[in-house]
């Protein structure tokens, strides 16, 4: 019989323990993959819930219903989404786009995976100790007190964060040393892709906020554990430092979490409309700036804590004028489609979908800008809305237009374009019905957090909750999708979108449509434009 222990063994080391960039990207997203399978599934949870009102599936246990909010939250911001996008896309793409074979340092790209696994068997475990952490993904005390929770779930979750933390700083120091030291002969700064440049901003957020996020989180583990009074009133302490601390790493988080999906759209639409980024340098310095005024406006979170009128006054001008540099980035997308000839694949749609659904999340964040419109919205589902749009329908969008437009770099197979599109359009339909719904809860002012309502809101809960339902029918196709590109999925050429040749394989017609004949628009002169070229 054929002894296959040094063939596992082989394996074992060729994924495990490696340190090539490609395979630890790999990892990434695989991690990725299966958080988002927990947290969806912590998300549907959550909506059957709140399908009726009353007693529903969790028979009322408000504390397990927070548990659940608190594990979904950080579960799709630090497993799911940083993973993917920063972890996974990062590592395969930054070395190849700047013309390297690898990372600076990859046993520190190593490093930076394998705490990931091991933070999340902690966040995990903090759910199976006591009645597991109730808190939020904010952990406000004194509700992360030991007064309110004295078990040790909280500890382990601070835990978590912490080990998490750990990987991601040593991620982005990663990130730019490669991009800094290690950029092919000629390529400047003002040449490298607009993915990298992302990544670059995300890594200089990263470094700057999460020391603060991890001091906040330190402070909270000595007044649960050595009797320190930094959040405690009774021992001279202040609650609202804590959301201070929060907050300044929260709000610079947002953009960790966006940033890669605007490098990643910028992509798609130059290459699918069949011309280059207009206006490549304001691009740059509008994610530049984004990322700046990123730190500068953390307590617009906190209207409701007591600020004096003259900060409130600022915080709302400094979040209103985010919107500058965001505006430049959409309109240099709309003016790179404008005149282009546009090839309408599955990137291309959750390009498009991704303009249309992060505009309205954005123009919802300048209404909450304002002071006294988010006194009134405060923690209503208005602020949910708002924050779904911009990143279950911006970051999750930004995966999944990755995926389609890479994976047969990534794999060498080619995706049923046809699956494709109707995975689109299921799960476009899917969450605009389950968080469209939640603009008019917010503003009729029911509450998050709370697992039952009055009557009045039953039934755009109903809606929101059917949404989720095809949400999570649409993330299980995907997965169907994954498989026939693995299994069944052509080979492809060097440039896979360039292979226009019909095939079928298991039955499945793996067929792209025709790319356009470059064309002008209007009454402008012939211009002779570059093919983008796939990296």
């Known amino acids: 019989m054929k002894d296959t222990s040094n063939k596992w063994y082989k394996l074992f080391i060729r994924w495990f323990c490696s340190t090539n960039a490609k395979d630890i990207g790999m990892m990434y997203l695989v991690f990725a993959r299966w958080s988002g399978v927990i947290a969806t599934t912590m998300s549907l949870l959550i909506r059957m819930e709140l399908r009726s009102t009353g007693p529903g599936i969790l028979a009322g246990n408000g504390q397990l219903y927070n548990v659940l909010i608190t594990a979904h939250g950080l579960l799709m911001l630090f497993f799911v989404v940083m993973p993917a996008l920063m972890g996974g896309f990062g590592n395969w793409l930054v070395p190849v786009m700047i013309g390297r074979p690898d990372m600076a340092f990859p046993r520190m790209n190593n490093i930076s995976f394998w705490v990931l696994p091991m933070g999340m068997i902690l966040l995990l475990l903090s759910a199976l100790v006591e009645q597991g952490p109730g808190v939020g993904w904010t952990a406000y005390p004194p509700l992360s007190s030991a007064l309110s929770h004295s078990g040790a779930s909280v500890d382990l979750a601070i835990f978590s964060l912490h080990i998490i933390g750990i990987g991601s700083i040593l991620g982005s120091i990663n990130f730019l040393v490669t991009v800094a030291n290690m950029r092919a002969q000629g390529m400047t700064l ?74 990643i759209v910028s992509h798609v639409l130059s290459f699918f409309a069949r011309k280059p980024v207009f206006g490549y340098v304001g691009m740059v310095n509008a994610m530049g700036a984004i990322a700046v005024l990123g730190f500068l406006v953390w307590a617009h979170h906190m209207y409701t804590v007591g600020l004096d009128v003259d900060t409130r006054r600022y915080f709302t001008s400094a979040t209103m004028i985010i919107a500058v540099p965001t505006g430049i980035k959409i309109f240099s997308w709309l003016r790179t489609l404008y005149g282009g000839s546009l090839w309408l694949t599955t990137p291309m749609l959750f390009a498009l979908g991704f303009l249309v659904l992060f505009t309205i999340g954005g123009l919802t964040g300048i209404v909450l800008a304002n002071a006294g419109v988010d006194v009134a919205l405060h923690d209503t589902y208005y602020v949910v809305r708002h924050f779904h749009y911009v990143l279950s329908m911006g970051a999750v969008f930004g995966i999944f237009r ?133 990296v």
């Open 402 to 534: 990755a995926f389609y437009f890479w994976v047969s770099k990534l794999t060498g197979c080619q995706y049923p374009e046809h699956h494709g599109q109707r995975h689109f359009f299921l799960f476009f339909l899917g969450v605009n019905l389950t968080f469209f719904p939640q603009h008019f809860l917010g503003l009729a002012g029911m509450p998050r957090r709370y697992l039952d309502y009055p009557d009045a809101f039953l039934g755009w809960n109903v809606v929101s909750s059917y949404g989720s339902y095809l949400s999570a029918i649409s993330f299980v196709y995907f997965f169907y999708i994954v498989y026939l590109t693995l299994a069944y999925g052509p080979k492809c050429a060097n440039n896979p979108w360039s292979d226009q040749q019909d095939s079928t394989a298991g039955g499945i017609e793996f067929v792209l449509p025709s790319p356009p004949a470059y064309h002008t628009f209007g009454d402008q002169l012939p211009v002779i434009r570059p093919t983008p070229q796939l």
């Open 190 to 263: 003002y040449r490298v892709p607009l993915f990298v440049w992302a990544l670059c901003f995300v890594s200089i957020l990263l470094i700057g906020s999460l020391p603060v996020f991890a001091a906040g989180l330190t402070m909270l583990l000595t007044d649960r554990n050595f009797n320190t009074s930094f959040f405690l009133p009774a021992g001279g302490g202040d609650v609202v430092l804590y959301q201070h601390l929060f907050w300044f790493f929260g709000h610079p988080e947002v953009y960790v979490l966006i940033l890669p999906a605007f490098g």
